[in-house]
């Protein structure tokens, strides 16, 4: 089975600190995702990269980065964090082109990002 | 751009019975793909079925089924026997051919009560 893993279950912050969320998949899949999961807005996609080193923003990047410098992770960096972050964060990995339909996203645990 | 909207914010059924969770999404594509994803309190996310547009046969898969209406752009999930695993908040999402990109609902928090 395809394993998306996120490195932290819940996490702490202060407003103001650069935090690093990090997302490993062990599938050799091309395209990773970042999403962010609010109640009443489901889930909004931030980033999203098809190939190492390569990344697009998806529709509510402001604060955010990312980084991809390995095929198999992928980093979604909040260069100075804010209470409006606080959020429930959730990592993708796909195949490509046609595959997508078929197979859909794997999708990691969550990061439950509490800013304060 | 395209919508999914899930207007059923919440909902329960009773251990064994059915329940239909409503879709609809508004897209100017063709052909396109549709999935319901399952999300329990572990907050793994999990592929529950999915449709193929250009296919008018209804998926289904075990207990799930889905109701595609391609004309009304509806998209809805029939639960059968449920069973307390059911449990869980429910994503209706609209995937175009290029499979750029997963546009999610809003969800749909079911509960099975015993």
């Known amino acids: 089975d395809v394993k998306v893993t996120q490195s932290s279950r819940y996490l702490v912050k202060r407003t103001g600190e650069k935090v690093f969320l990090e997302c490993v998949q062990d599938?050799?899949?091309?395209?990773m995702f970042w999403y962010r999961q609010d109640p009443g807005l489901g889930l909004r996609l931030i980033y999203f990269?098809?190939?190492?080193?390569?990344?697009e923003k998806g529709d509510i990047p402001e604060g955010y980065s990312v980084s991809r410098e390995k095929k198999e992770r992928f980093s979604l960096i909040l260069e100075s964090a804010s209470t409006n972050q606080t959020s429930m964060y959730l990592c993708?990995?796909?195949?490509?082109?046609?595959?997508?339909?078929?197979?859909?996203?794997?999708f990691g645990s969550g990061t439950r990002l509490t800013v304060v | 751009a395209q919508t999914v909207t899930q207007s059923q914010p919440e909902m329960s059924v009773q251990e064994a019975e059915t329940v239909t969770l409503s879709c609809t999404y508004d897209?100017?594509?063709?052909?396109?793909?549709l999935f319901w994803y399952k999300q329990p309190p572990s907050r793994q996310m999990i592929l529950v079925i999915r449709?193929?547009?250009?296919?008018?046969q209804n998926a289904t898969e075990n207990r799930f089924s889905v109701n595609f209406q391609k004309a009304a752009k509806s998209f809805s999930l029939k639960i059968s026997d449920s069973q307390l695993g059911d449990t869980a908040m429910y994503f209706c999402?609209?995937?175009?051919?290029?499979?750029?990109?997963?546009?999610f609902g809003p969800g749909t928090r079911l509960s099975v009560l015993p």
């Open positions: 993708a990995s796909s195949l490509e082109g046609a595959q997508i339909g078929i197979y859909g996203y794997t």
């Open positions: 897209t100017s594509e063709n052909n396109y793909y």
């Open positions: 990269s098809y190939d190492v080193k390569m990344k």
């Open positions: 449709q193929e547009a250009y296919k008018q």
């Open positions: 599938m050799d899949h091309e395209n």
């Open positions: 999402a609209f995937m175009n051919l290029r499979g750029q990109n997963f546009v």
